[in-house]
Structures are given as structure tokens and as C-alpha cells.
């Protein structure tokens, strides 16, 4: 019989065993090589790749296709992704001490990557910015494959005049829960958001409450600003993304509101997800927008394959963006599913 | 040995180590600082909602209700691991995550064995964690921030990191509201009760007080140190994994980073009831009262217009002030 000291070491070893063997047997995604596919221009090449972290479902799916879609070039992707703001400048900073040829970064704090943006332009190392945009100190230090956030924002507010239109009604008051407020991503859809919206002053923004890109946090807050305003104070809504709509929706269903169809509260969206267009379909969710991750990271990688393959592509690309609701939500139903 | 945990007192052998505790009733014909404090805070949270528009209405209270469920679910269960002297898990948004991607994943199944593969995967894993710390004596800190990343990681290449979908919608019926009210504030409601008789009726709660309260003390007794932490740790497994559940139909997808603030959210709620980090007293009652104060304050902020990082800085504030409220009121008690 074991004692309870065997015991312990035995599960020590045990588990340290168990990670040695994870290590040795996993797949390592993170970094490519394929010397065999069809295009070897970019062999010798390296990317540092400090995008979101595969466990956000944007930042997952975008890394998948930006992986394989560079995968037969030969270039060599460093896996250096993380969703955590201080995480993200260390490995900055480690990714400027390994001196790769490109550094793809998509910024979870514009403030805090202001300074290691700098340090790369010094060591010069080029950094291609993906997603959002980088604090506008440094704008000029970085090329971008942006998507068109105040276009995303110009989309949510025409869903909602054109569902609040399409119910005859006159007058509305509407509530926002944003992204993290501190985010220029968010900054930039609440400023196209604000100009569509000016054009309807009937509906009236009596809300805007910074709900973090947090699903349950955009319940919490629904739930309540729901009962602050009565089934007759607040007729649409707009949650920032899908999964922060929903909970909207929810909310509403469990506060006995009605939601959509004639007279039930609008609610959209400004980026898809699989489970929006399910909800679009239900006519649950008056309409979302493109910025899937499958679409920017194609068009990521086809930069990339430019950059390093010594052509000089503009400094900044926008992707398109598309809005969609049940008008046309088979034409984006596949587009938006991947996450 | 008397324990001062609000549910009367409890009957064991002497343990050695273990001082005498005055009960609430006891502890001074007085007012103690907790029960002063809470009172001041209750003045001014009545001054501040009855001032505040639409607080006191049916829609409001059914708010706070709903907004506390979730949370409160899991804060029930947390208790009962503070009151065993485990302190706190932090592995709790990660398990609730795993959990609620289990129950979509296996809606095809149907929903009364989606909800018993989720509720065992919960179970198990907590009850896991708590067999480590209550045979073994791991530091539940180090032991469940290991478990969070292991749990975490493992979801993450479970899902790919993409979100898990249901392939039926059966599990809309937990979104129902009998009554007008979510059907998760009816499980908190029962939860509560359970966790309270459990710890005032039975033996298995009234040693979980004493094991909290001096734990060399109690295993030198010959109290079943192990199996009653196990216990807690498997309900409040139980309490986590109907978190996930219910987070899961909610939002009708499971990503990853679902849990959110979960973790620090039911340990808020758990301190705020009173109960002792250190362990040996609280009461599923006062937790769910400590997470409906943090529900109504955010509720009353947000009417009044505050933002939400305020609403975060009120209950950080209302966390530390209770906390240093109650170790002032224990050291005290043990001298």
C-alpha cells in the first residue's frame, strides 16, 4: 500500500507527466511550416502573430483562417495570442525581441500598446494592426486591415429607424449597451451610430450603458434598464455584438415584453454570430453586420502575402462591411456562422 | 463548542483548540459593528432607491430578482465551502462554463439527461477539487486557480474556441417566468432553503461549522474531516453547474469566456452575507441576502444614472468594508 507521501509524489510525477506528454503530442497550430504547398515565396519568412486569444470565438476563428490561409506560403507563424490587455503588451514586447519580419497584432488596449508600437517602429520591425485601429500617436507607425466600425455603428441605427418606421411609430426611445467604452472600436460604432440616429431625432438614446463586451453583465443591465423604462418607455435596443443582444432579447422575453414583429421592441446588433442569425430568422433580432472574422482575416492574410512578398500595398485597408437582416440573412448566414 | 452562524447551536464533542464563540444574542446586548454598519447601509440604500425613479415597482423588484439569480445560485452553494474553511474556488466561472457547454452540446439528448450530464460534470469536477482539499489539506487557492486553468484550457480545445450551439431549443423552458418570475429565482429561492436546512438540520452542516471553525481541532475529535468537505464541495459543484445551466439557455450559446465575473461576483456575494472567510460561520440565508443587497445597490445606481464601472466600485467598496467588518467582529470574538 501506498502512504499518503507516496501518494502525493505519485500524483506529482503523475501530473507532470501528463503535461510533458500534452506538450509533446499536441498540435501545434501556433506555428506553420509548409514547405510543400503552393507557394514557397514567403519561405524564411516569420510572423509574429499577437492577435485575440482563441478563447474569444472572434479571436479563435479568425487565428484558424489566417493560419491555414498562410499555411502554404512557407511563412512561420508564431502563435502569441491572448485576450488579456497586459499579456498583450509582454508578448509585444517579446515578439520585438525575436525581430520577425511582421508583426500582426490586433489591440485590446490602444492606450497601452502606444509605447511597444513605438519600439518596434525604433527596432524597426513592421507592425501590421488588424481589426481596430492603434492609439492615434502612433497611427502612422503601423499599416492597418481595419474593419469599418462607424460603418457597423451607421448599420445598427438603420436597423433600428427602419424597424421602429416599419411599426408606424413616431416616436421611440432606444437603449445602448457598448462594447468596453475605453476601446476605439467602440468609440468609432457609437460615432456612426450617433450620425445615423441624428437623422431620426423621433427616436430618442434615453441609455448607453458600457456593458463590456460581457454577455451576462448585457442581462444584468437590460433586465434592469427594462424595468427603469416600463414595456412603454423603451421601444429598440442595441446590444454591440450578438451575444449582447441576445441577452437583450432574453431580457425583454422574461420582463413579458414582446420582441420584434409589430409592436414588440426592436432589437440589433453590429457583429454576427451564428446564433444572431438563428435569432434574425426567429425575427427575434432586427438585424446584425458582417465583421465576421473568416472575411477580415482572409483579407489579413492576403495583405500579408503582399507585404512580405515585397509589393507595397496601401498603408490602410478597410474591410466591407455588410448589414444584414431579414431581407437578406441566407446571403450572410454562412458568411457569419464560423463563430 | 457554540458556533455563531445564525442557526442555532449546534451539538458535538468538545474540541480541543476550539474557543467558545458568543452567538449573535449573546455577543453584547449592544449593537455589534456588523449589524451598526448594515444598518447604516440600509438607510442609505432606502434613501437612495426611494429617491431613485421606478424602484419601487413590481418590474424593478422582479430586476433585481432575476439579476440576482444567476449569481445567487452559485453563492449558495460557495457558502457552504467558506463556512467548511476552504475559503473560496476560483475555478467557479470556468466550471459553470464547461458545464453549460455540455448542456447545449447535449440538448439532442433531451433535456432531462442534458441537464443530469450537466449537473454530474459539475459535481464531479468541484467534488474532485474538494477531495483534494479535504483529505489531502491542498490550499484550495493554489489547488483551484490550478483547476481554473485546467478547465478553462481544456474547454478551449474542447470548443476550438468557438461558441457551442444546441441543435434543439428544449432547453427554452428554463427561460420561462411562472408567476412572472424567471424560473431561476424559484431554483435560488429552493437552493437557499435546501443549503439552510442542510446546514442548521442535519449533522453533516453542523460539522462543516465546526471543521471551518479549527480543522486540526475536528479531525483530532474524529469528525469525517474529508467526507463532509467532499460533501460541500460536491453541493456546491451541484449549485455552479445550475449556474451553467441556466447561463447557457440565457444566452442559447456557450463561448468560452460565458462565466464572465462569476468567480469574484459569488465570492462578493458570500462575504457580503457575513460570513467568515476563515470559515466556521455564514448562513445560506444571509448570502442570499448579501446577493440581493449587491443586486439592489447596482439597480439603485444604475437607476440613479451612475455608470457601470461606479456600480463595480460600490461593490468593491461594500465587499471590503463587510469584509473588515466581520474579521474586526471575529478577532474580537476570540479574545
Known sequence: ?????????????????????????????????????????????????????????????????????????????????????GTQVQKFNQAIAQRPDLVVVSILDTQAMAVPIKKARTAGIPVLAVDGPPDPSVADDVMAVLSDNEKLGEFAAQNIIEGLEAQGRDSGKVIVLTGTKSMLVTQHRMKGFDRVMATAPQYQVVEERDANWDPKLSGDIAQQLLAKYGRDGVQAAYGMADYMALPIVQAAKQAGFPVGGKNGLVVTSSNCFKAGIDAIKAGELYGTATEDPGTIAEQSADYVQRFLGGENPPRTETVKEERVTAANVDQFAEQCSHA | MSTDNGRGTATAPPVQGAGPHPSPSSAGRRPTAFAAGLAVLLLVLVALAVTAPRFATVDNVRAILASTAFVGITAIGATLVMIAGSVVSLATAQTATVVAMLFLATQHLGLGTATLVAVAAGVAVTALQGAVVGYWNANPIVLTIA??????????????????????????????????????????????AVAQWVLSRTTAGRQLYLIGENRPAATAAGLPVGRVTVLAWAFFGACVAMTGIFLASFNTSATVTLGGTLTLDAIAAVLVGGTAIAGGHGSALRTLGGALLISAISDVLLLRGFSTGVQILAKGVLVLAVVITVHVRTTRSRR
Open chain 1, 1 to 85: 500500500m501506498f502512504g499518503i507521501g507516496s501518494l502525493r509524489h505519485a500524483l506529482l510525477t503523475g501530473a507532470l507527466g501528463l503535461a510533458l506528454l500534452t506538450t509533446a503530442c499536441a498540435d501545434n497550430t501556433g506555428s506553420s511550416s509548409s514547405p510543400d504547398g503552393d507557394s514557397s515565396s514567403l519561405q524564411g519568412k516569420t510572423i509574429a502573430l499577437v492577435g485575440y486569444g482563441s478563447t474569444n470565438p472572434w479571436g479563435a476563428y479568425f487565428n484558424k483562417v489566417f493560419t491555414e490561409r498562410l499555411e502554404p506560403t512557407g511563412v512561420e507563424i508564431t502563435d502569441m495570442t491572448t485576450m488579456d490587455p
Open chain 2, 147 to 192: 483547476a481554473g486553468f485546467a478547465i478553462g484550457g481544456g474547454a478551449t480545445w474542447f470548443s476550438g474556441g468557438t461558441p457551442v450551439y444546441p441543435r434543439t431549443s428544449a432547453f427554452e423552458v428554463l427561460n420561462s417566468t411562472p408567476l412572472g418570475l424567471p424560473l431561476s429565482v424559484y431554483v435560488l429561492l429552493v437552493t437557499a
